[in-house]
T-cell receptor, first 117, second 111 residues
Framework: GAVVSQHPSWVICKSGTSVKIECRSL??????MFWYRQFPKQSLMLMAT?????????EQGVEKDKFLINHASLTLSTLTVTSAHPEDSSFYIC?????????????FGPGTRLTVT | EDQVTQSPEALRLQEGESSSLNCSYT??????LFWYRQDPGKGPEFLFT???AGEEKEKERLKATLTKKESFLHITAPKPEDSATYLC????????????FGAGTRLTVKP
């Protein structure tokens, strides 16, 4: 089946620093990738949608200058949390839509646990 | 606005005790209802997509059904390894690029 990887799987950073999370579709091409955030015992909340080669679309309430998204190729999207603060600590999950499938299926990565101290 | 409500919030079963999880939704022009399984500290694992009322899909001990207002995930003779959080999500015409998730049902199967 389709595989989506994320790196790193977990990261600890100090308040005020930036951290980059990578999301890759390993065996398919994804024109659209999604970034979600999940707090403990809560469901997934969409942060932004990124399309290859264009600017990401952010959900209401998500600061685009704080959460920088780059989708430079059909298999890679990155999320950079800039000037991280403890309240940014969360589980970040990316998802990729297989552009070759119809109807298009959406596959999720294993998630990245971010802890800001 | 599209809404997805899952019930129960948590479910504890004995091994072999069959049951069903519910996902109620309000969306006009459903373009897909999705079921995922999520283990602690991991990303969601795709299970099923349903597109129209009356559709059913099966995979091992799981069977998903869909009506115009809700979907059920039936678990037959569950095993401890079926313990996980089961997430339901819908995609509608107004959010064609993403899915709206429910809060999930945490299933625990005791041996």
């Amino acid at each position: 089946g389709a595989v989506v990887s994320q790196h790193p799987s977990w990261v600890i950073c100090k308040s005020g620093t930036s951290v980059k999370i990578e999301c890759r579709s390993l065996d398919f091409q994804a024109t659209t990738m999604f970034w979600y955030r999940q707090f403990p015992k809560q469901s997934l909340m969409l942060m932004a949608t990124s399309n290859e080669g264009s600017k990401a679309t952010y959900e209401q309430g998500v600061e685009k200058d704080k959460f920088l998204i780059n989708h430079a190729s059909l298999t890679l999207s990155t999320l950079t949390v800039t000037s991280a603060h403890p309240e940014d600590s969360s589980f970040y999950i990316c998802s990729a839509r297989d552009r070759a499938g119809y109807p298009p299926e959406q596959y999720f990565g294993p998630g990245t646990r971010l802890t800001v101290t | 606005e599209d809404q997805v409500t899952q019930s129960p919030e948590a479910l504890r079963l004995q091994e072999g005790e069959s049951s069903s999880l519910n996902c109620s939704y309000t969306v006009s022009g459903l373009r897909g209802l999705f079921w995922y399984r999520q283990d602690p500290g991991k990303g969601p694992e795709f299970l099923f997509t349903l597109y129209s009322a009356g559709e059913e899909k099966e995979k091992e001990r799981l069977k998903a059904t869909l009506t115009k207002k809700e979907s059920f995930l039936h678990i037959t003779a569950p095993k401890p390894e079926d313990s996980a959080t089961y997430l339901c999500a819908v995609r509608g015409p107004h959010n064609n690029n993403d899915m709206r998730f429910g809060a999930g049902t945490r299933l625990t199967v005791k041996p």
